[in-house]
């Protein structure tokens, strides 16, 4: 199996090394550069073109791109242009954001997805399964966005139950400790119920199915002809072996969570990466901008990676060639 | 699999498990009424010209007589202006759902028919392509180019790796069409192997194709709608689902205005729905183990 594992990482470093050209030409097409705002208003004429040459910006393409990954290994992605702070900076405050919400939104997608998948596997065709199978249309139909308008409206603006923006109350903010975070978390509920109501969707599908398949396994014969209890034929014998292919799936499912998370921190204002990578885009910070695509492309890479990895280590039938 | 040949052709399949189901059957049927209506509405009975003017008088009123849907913050009937936001975006949809299932399907059949470089060379950019978050890439470029058009948004969507989902799909099925004994049979006796493709492989192929064109159908409506909705799709003036979603950026219209982005949320999700339901009963047709024949 490491073998396996080695071989994918080999196979990330080109892609990697190409993916970083992308990027690193994207970068270099966009317009404006990061000096020209720096210059004072009564500078010498020469003066930008000396500051642009001791930044390395008339070198060769080849020298600017090999600075800037060696750069990056060192965890040095320069420096943002709107915040005037290393990009690091900016985005590790956005990160944690958008981190809370994904881990909120990853518990509420399988304490909603679980017992619905279980339930609907277990009452095949009857009713029940009818009603979750309709709902997991109907779900995977809403756009992110029709959802997430619908539940501010709702929840936040006519039921008054939840706030309808921000990821922090500033009072409690500035209280600090646990006020600060039950502020956080309650603003977090319907951002992240949101999502989980859309992401939750395939989770029970594949349950459903995964039970379907499991009940009518030689071993569930089995367990019920030597008089095993309805209720432990399910609870010990099926849920194990069902659960086990969707735990595999938990981190595939934080990435899947972190990478569309745009729209929701969008229409819920959080402060999280999605809106820093907008609002660098459209205020021409590139080097945020390019950072941030970097990060979100090798954590989607990793974490398929770990997803297949897990998913090797709980089924050793599954064997990746 | 010479036991059980199956004599139908792709569109009875297709047909029969259409209107076996009823929800696929309805929403067929809302899907095409929508179409037709936004078509004939957008392009023949609106004067597009005059439904944009601006009317100071008419400001942010909600549904009366006159304005079923009430006015934007332009004066501008609502209902006009959802019709050719429509029109808009299902223009948008349909472009780049064909433009991007042709070129795909064309790179598909070579990758797959001929293997060996193409081959190789494709899979590794579909590789990397499969990388880089779309949606952030679209928005990077987005500033790059700015499409102030309807096709222009298309030519750049497909352009930008809309036709990678169909090649990479249509590449498999080659594969394992080209395995078969009839295109050995052809090939013995000396077709040509552009006739071989176009019409011995890609007849098989027809009902993948459709289910495939369908879930591309329902993502590029969602693509159009969350990139303007977000400010990196159509400019700000061409009337677009997306921006009609966008007004409800403002809380105050959000919560006191439904009127100016409730339909569009409401047209946006039932074509969604009416394409999935559709889509689901010609996934089944080109499934054979789920066929109901």
């Not at chain 1, 972190?258 to 907008?278: A, C, D, K, P, V």
């Not at chain 1, 885009?281 to 695509?293: S, T």
């Not at chain 2, 990139?227 to 689902?241: C, E, K, M, N, W």
Request: charged share 10%; hydrophobic share 55%; aromatic share 10%.
């Amino acid at each position: 199996m490491w073998k396996t594992v080695v071989r994918r990482l080999l196979i990330l470093i080109p892609q990697l090394i190409a993916l970083s050209l992308i990027v690193f030409f994207l970068a270099s097409l966009m317009p404006g550069d990061a000096l020209r705002g720096q210059v004072e208003p009564g500078a010498p004429p020469g003066e930008l073109m000396r500051l642009r040459e001791e930044a390395g910006l008339l070198d060769p393409w080849y020298q600017q791109y090999t600075r800037w990954v060696s750069h990056i290994m060192r965890g040095d992605f320069g420096r943002s242009l709107q915040h005037r702070v290393a990009v690091t900076t900016v985005i590790g405050d956005s990160m944690m954001n958008t981190i809370r919400l994904s881990i909120m939104t990853t518990i509420f997608l399988y304490l909603i997805a679980i017992p619905l998948g279980l339930i609907a596997g277990r009452k095949n065709g009857k009713w029940i399964d009818k009603t979750i199978l309709m709902y997991v249309f109907i779900f995977f139909s809403i756009p992110t966005i029709v959802l997430s308008l619908i539940m501010v409206l709702v929840f936040a603006f006519n039921l008054g139950w939840f706030p309808a923006m921000n990821s922090v109350n500033p009072v409690a903010a500035v209280a600090g400790g646990w006020t600060e975070f039950w502020s956080r978390m309650y603003h977090l509920i319907l951002p992240s119920l949101t999502g989980a109501l859309i992401g939750g969707v395939g989770v029970i599908y594949f349950l459903r199915n995964q039970v379907i398949d499991v009940q009518n396994a030689d071993f569930i014969t089995t367990a019920r002809a030597k008089g095993t209890p309805e209720h432990r034929v399910y609870s010990h014998h099926v849920l194990r072996n069902a659960l086990l292919p969707v735990a595999g799936g938990i981190g595939a499912s934080i990435a899947a969570v972190f990478s569309g998370s745009f729209f929701i921190e969008t229409i819920f204002s959080l402060n999280g990466m999605g809106t820093l990578f907008l609002s660098s885009v459209l205020g021409r910070d590139w080097p945020v901008a390019m950072a941030l695509i970097m990060f979100y492309a090798i954590t989607g890479v990793v974490s398929m990676l770990l997803a297949d990895i897990t998913i090797m280590l709980v089924d050793p039938r599954i064997r990746i060639k | 699999m010479n036991e059980k040949v199956n004599h139908a052709s792709a569109f009875r399949l297709m047909w029969h498990e259409i209107r076996n189901d009823w929800f696929a059957l309805i929403g067929l049927f809302l899907f095409i009424t929508i179409v037709l209506v936004v078509y004939i509405f957008g392009y023949f009975v609106i004067d597009e010209a005059a439904a944009g003017r601006l009317n100071m008088f008419t400001m942010n009123q909600s549904p009366r007589a006159g304005f079923p849907l009430g006015t934007d913050d332009l004066g501008r009937c609502m209902l006009r202006q959802l019709i050719l936001a429509a029109r808009n975006s299902l223009n948008i949809a349909f472009t780049v759902t064909l433009g991007g299932a042709t070129i795909g399907i064309f790179i598909g059949l070579l990758m797959g028919f001929y293997g060996g470089h193409v081959d190789n060379v494709m899979m590794r950019i579909i590789g990397l392509w499969g990388m880089i978050p779309f949606l952030m890439l679209i928005i990077v470029i987005r500033t790059l180019i700015a499409p102030q058009t309807w096709w222009g948004f298309s030519f750049m969507m497909i352009g930008l790796g809309g036709f990678l989902m169909m090649s990479g799909m249509i590449r498999v099925m080659t594969l394992q069409q080209g395995r078969l004994d009839y295109v050995s049979a052809s090939k013995t006796m000396g077709t040509p192997n552009v006739v071989i493709m176009v019409r011995e492989v890609l007849p098989n192929l027809v009902s993948i194709i459709t289910s495939g064109l369908t879930l591309a159908l329902a993502g590029n409506i969602g693509l159009e709608t969350g990139l303007t909705f977000l400010g990196f799709g159509l400019p700000p003036g061409t009337p677009s689902l997306g921006q009609h979603l966008g007004y409800a950026r403002d809380s105050v219209v959000l919560q006191n205005r439904q009127w100016q982005w409730l339909p569009a949320a409401i047209l946006v999700f039932v074509l969604m729905l009416c394409i999935n339901f559709v889509g689901q009963a010609l996934n089944r047709a080109a499934d054979a183990r789920k066929r109901t024949v």
